[in-house]
């Protein structure tokens, strides 16, 4: 069987380098090793693979997603990175594949870059945040895109922002990715099923990160209609195995994929994330 890691970060230093000198904070993702496309890093990256048995990485920026005003410079980020993303999977294509990044707000330009992706770069679809500047990636603003990705028969890999839960005495940055990423995961399920996705596009492939958050504790009347949905999970729950257990639960195994935060996720720790997927 081959073991596919779906939820693997790589930041192209072209694209970080350009989205810091335009203002863009990117000191979440900048130095974290090896995460970077320099050609030592993705050696690192493959012999990590290697030792932990992962046959192939699906790469994905997020969450540095293009920020930058005024908006139409995030068409060139996004150009940029995807590029970028391209050139490192070309050096593995056997090992590595990429979901491409997109300038939204922007729907036209996007759907240029979507165009890009897809049929000149060879992406295997997009990696998109559940919300940006407050608002649903879901909302019908973007039903243009989300017609183009059905058309395509893209993978969708919703992965979070960052954004934070609110107010709390904690050191703020660790509420965005401890509690915040799992509010912003539990919010694009319901966002999903309330916007009828998977009937109305259903040959989109979406995979929602971090297990999809704490939607396998809601209600048993949504816990239905994400049963009988198209939405995938991957397996990235910090090593939770109650969270991956509910999940299993309510949609199967055939439903959750490997997710590891590479490389956030790496040395024992990754080689732990895959034995629990295995398990």
Same mark, same amino acid.
């Given at each position: 069987?081959?073991?596919?890691? $779906? /939820? %693997?970060?790589? $930041?192209?230093?072209?694209?970080?380098?350009? #989205?810091?000198?335009?203002?863009?904070?990117?000191? /979440?993702?900048? +130095?974290?090793?090896?995460?970077?496309?320099?050609?030592?890093?993705?050696?690192?990256?493959?012999?990590?693979?290697?030792? *932990?048995?992962?046959?192939?990485?699906?790469?994905?920026?997020?969450?540095?997603?293009?920020? !930058?005003?005024?908006?139409?410079?995030?068409?060139?980020?996004?150009?940029?990175?995807?590029?970028?993303?391209?050139?490192?999977?070309?050096?593995?294509?056997?090992?590595?594949?990429?979901?491409?990044?997109?300038?939204?707000?922007?729907?036209?330009?996007?759907?240029?870059? !979507?165009?890009?992706?897809?049929? /000149?770069? +060879?992406?295997?679809?997009?990696?998109?945040?559940?919300? !940006?500047? +407050?608002?649903?990636?879901?909302?019908?603003?973007?039903?243009?895109?989300? &017609?183009? #990705?059905?058309? =395509?028969?893209?993978?969708?890999?919703?992965?979070?922002?960052?954004?934070?839960?609110? %107010?709390?005495? *904690?050191?703020?940055? =660790?509420? %965005? $990715?401890?509690?915040?990423?799992?509010?912003?995961?539990?919010?694009?399920?319901?966002? $999903?099923?309330?916007?009828?996705?998977?009937?109305?596009?259903?040959?989109?492939?979406?995979?929602?990160?971090?297990?999809?958050?704490? *939607? @396998?504790?809601?209600?048993?009347?949504? #816990?239905?209609?994400?049963?009988?949905?198209?939405? *995938? @999970?991957?397996?990235?729950?910090?090593?939770?195995?109650?969270?991956?257990?509910?999940?299993?639960?309510?949609?199967?195994?055939?439903?959750?994929?490997?997710?590891?935060?590479?490389? @956030?996720?790496?040395?024992?720790?990754? &080689?732990?994330?895959?034995?629990?997927?295995? /398990?």
């Amino acid at each position: 069987m081959t073991v596919t890691d $779906w /939820h %693997a970060h790589l $930041w192209p230093r072209a694209y970080c380098d350009f #989205l810091a000198s335009r203002g863009q904070d990117c000191s /979440h993702q900048q +130095g974290v090793v090896p995460g970077d496309d320099s050609a030592a890093m993705l050696r690192r990256r493959l012999q990590q693979m290697d030792d *932990c048995g992962i046959d192939r990485q699906v790469l994905n920026a997020a969450a540095l997603y293009p920020g !930058l005003a005024p908006p139409r410079q995030n068409a060139r980020a996004a150009r940029l990175a995807n590029e970028a993303m391209a050139e490192a999977v070309g050096t593995s294509p056997d090992r590595f594949a990429f979901l491409g990044v997109l300038p939204l707000p922007l729907v036209a330009e996007s759907l240029r870059e !979507l165009d890009h992706l897809m049929n /000149h770069l +060879g992406a295997r679809g997009v990696v998109l945040p559940p919300a !940006l500047h +407050g608002t649903s990636t879901l909302r019908p603003h973007y039903d243009p895109l989300y &017609a183009a #990705l059905d058309d =395509a028969r893209a993978v969708l890999l919703y992965h979070p922002a960052g954004t934070r839960a609110g %107010a709390s005495l *904690c050191d703020p940055d =660790a509420v %965005a $990715w401890s509690v915040g990423a799992i509010a912003e995961q539990t919010t694009v399920v319901l966002d $999903w099923l309330a916007a009828d996705m998977s009937h109305r596009f259903p040959r989109i492939r979406p995979i929602v990160s971090r297990a999809g958050g704490a *939607c @396998f504790l809601l209600d048993p009347d949504t #816990l239905r209609d994400v049963a009988t949905s198209t939405l *995938c @999970f991957d397996s990235h729950t910090q090593g939770n195995t109650a969270a991956l257990g509910l999940a299993e639960r309510h949609v199967g195994r055939h439903r959750i994929l490997l997710g590891t935060d590479y490389p @956030f996720i790496r040395d024992a720790r990754l &080689a732990e994330a895959v034995r629990l997927f295995r /398990h």
